[in-house]
């Protein structure tokens, strides 16, 4: 496993995603109850920006058609699934294995 600092943690704020670059993919942040999760930016549906959807529950909706992504598996009731990565956080650096 590689861990690549992403971001520092207060870069993120709560039920807010940003979207960074890793391993030149494009990676999703969100930091839900102080928690902070990895996955794929590009929505498998049709490729919307996952880093601008909403946080509903324990997902991510995705601003284009509602697709709704649980961010720790990245699955959906949609049948489709978006990649998670790993998180670590190390001080104030969040690291994501990507
Ligand atoms: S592109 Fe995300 S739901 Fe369609």
Redesign the pocket.
């Known amino acids: 496993m590689t861990y690549t600092q992403a971001a520092k943690v207060n870069e993120i704020s709560e039920n807010t995603g940003k979207k960074v670059e890793i391993n030149g993919k494009a990676i999703a942040l969100f930091k839900k109850d102080g928690k902070v999760y990895a996955i794929n930016n590009e ?6 920006p ?1 880093s601008e959807g909403t946080i509903e529950g324990d997902c991510i909706v ?6 709704s992504y649980d961010l720790k598996t990245g699955k959906s009731q ?1 049948q ?1 699934e978006v990649q998670t990565y790993p998180v670590k956080i190390d001080g104030d650096k969040i690291l994501v294995d990507a």
């Open positions: 929505c498998p549906h049709a490729g919307g996952l995705c601003p284009w058609h509602g697709f949609q489709c």
